[in-house]
């Protein structure tokens, strides 16, 4: 707008922040809005506030994308439209996303953490750059952020998304398996439980890993089974009886050179 290049810097500052708070509130749960900031050029100006915005324009453009991404996730139309992999703006957006979460150090990486998460259905197989730094993320310090990091990963390696195998093979990878089974055995239980969700899905899904195999996960899943905060939690009583299952299915039968390996 030609009336405002004259605006001081602090004065177009603080409208940016005050767009992009509105953007954020109004884009929560609506998929009209939604789509209305998708088919604008909002998402690549997003992009752009993320890498070079003020802080408080930073934080607001995080938290609008992570409320786009949440509605674009239950939305096949709007995911599809707006959050195409070869799309220029839906790969600024994942670029810029990465970087945050890379470097592992602002009030920006969870909701980051929760855009990668939302927009786990529209990665490609062989798109596994965000796997490694959100694996990284699970031995944070932070229960809350080894939390956000599960539960973004198991929206890629569950079985709703039709790559989970391959997102579980590049979660193991990544070395994935042994945070999960620290966070199991001695995290909290805010991220002992998604953690336990996505070690399951991961065994459910490669039960023939040799990592898997190593990491004696089979006795983590044991174990787990026996806990009392198992007792109220159904879906996940059932989701853990069928990755053990799997699993004493795939080691018991193994070939012998895998046995033989695992005995050297």
Not at 104 to 109: F, G, I, P, V
Not at 226 to 254: C, I, P, V
Request: charged share 25%; proline share 3%.
């Amino acid at each position: 707008m030609k009336g405002r290049e004259s605006e001081d810097p602090e004065t177009k500052a603080s409208m940016k922040e005050m767009a992009a708070r509105a953007l954020w509130h109004l884009a929560k749960g609506n998929v009209a809005i939604c789509r209305s900031i998708t088919e604008s050029r909002a998402l690549l100006c997003f992009a752009v506030l993320l890498e070079k915005g003020p802080e408080a324009v930073q934080y607001n453009s995080a938290m609008a994308l992570m409320e786009i991404t949440a509605v674009a996730e239950k939305d096949a139309e709007l995911r599809k439209s707006a959050f195409k992999p070869n799309s220029l703006a839906c790969k600024a957006v994942v670029d810029q996303v990465l970087k945050i979460i890379e470097k592992a150090d602002s009030d920006l990486l969870i909701p980051c953490v929760r855009v990668i998460g939302n927009l786990a259905r529209t990665f490609k197989a062989t798109e596994t750059r965000m796997i490694g730094p959100l694996v990284k993320l699970l031995d944070e310090r932070e229960a809350e952020v080894s939390r956000e990091a599960s539960i973004a990963l198991k929206k890629f390696a569950g079985s709703e998304n039709y790559l989970h195998v391959d997102h579980s093979k590049a979660i193991i990878n990544a070395g994935g398996a042994k945070h999960l089974i620290q966070l199991v055995y001695f995290g909290e239980q805010m991220v002992q439980i998604p953690a336990l969700v996505l070690l399951s899905y991961i065994a459910l899904h490669v039960p023939d890993s040799e990592e898997l195999a190593l990491a004696e996960v089979l006795g983590v899943l044991e174990w787990a089974s026996k806990q009392s905060f198992m007792q109220h939690d159904e879906t996940l009583e059932t989701l853990l009886q069928e990755a053990k299952s799997r699993l004493e299915l795939y080691q018991s039968r193994g070939s012998r050179g895998f046995h033989h390996k695992l005995h050297q």
